[in-house]
């Protein structure tokens, strides 16, 4: 039995970072450096893209578990709502754990996001220097929360 417990808290959290912005996701994996974080980190540039990333296709395997997502709500092709919209939808990934970081401060973004289950909603202009305390906090919630 301690066995199968330190398997199961040794695994990693793999984090998928959801952006079309190059310099936003740049600004990710600098503040985890920093944070001295070594999760891996896959990244996306849309919704569409991620959905390629947790599914998984003929080239690649799906998205190890457990896992967190990281979304932004503004990109092309598929935005940020639609792709929640879609992975609340798909039993093979309802129970995915998502933050959105995002530059947009509208309350129908905002309301949008909590009505598919997200675990937070933070604007990226509002985290400014405190970004590394952001990425901190994130980190300590994977290790403090029970995956499925």
């Known amino acids: 039995m301690k066995e199968l417990e330190a398997i199961r808290v040794s695994r990693e959290v793999t984090v998928l970072l959801i952006d079309d912005n190059d310099v936003d996701r740049e600004g990710v994996r600098r503040a985890f450096v920093k944070a001295k974080i070594k999760n891996p980190v896959v990244e996306a540039k849309d919704g569409l893209d991620g959905l390629e990333k947790l599914r998984g ?4 395997p799906p998205l190890p578990r457990p896992y967190l997502i990281l979304l932004d709500i503004n990109m092309p092709r598929m ?3 639609e792709f929640l919209r879609t992975v609340r939808t798909d039993p093979a990934l309802a129970d995915s ?52």
Do not use: C, Q
């Not at 296709?57 to 690649?60: D, I, N, Y």
């Open 79 to 81: 935005a940020g709502i």
């Open 57 to 60: 296709s003929a080239e690649t």
């Open 97 to 148: 754990l998502v933050f959105v970081l995002t530059t947009s401060k509208s309350d129908e973004d905002r309301m949008a996001s909590y009505d598919f289950n997200v675990a937070g909603y933070i604007i990226k202009s509002d985290v400014g220097a405190r970004f590394l305390r952001l990425v901190e906090m994130i980190e300590h919630y994977w290790k403090v929360v029970e995956f499925p």
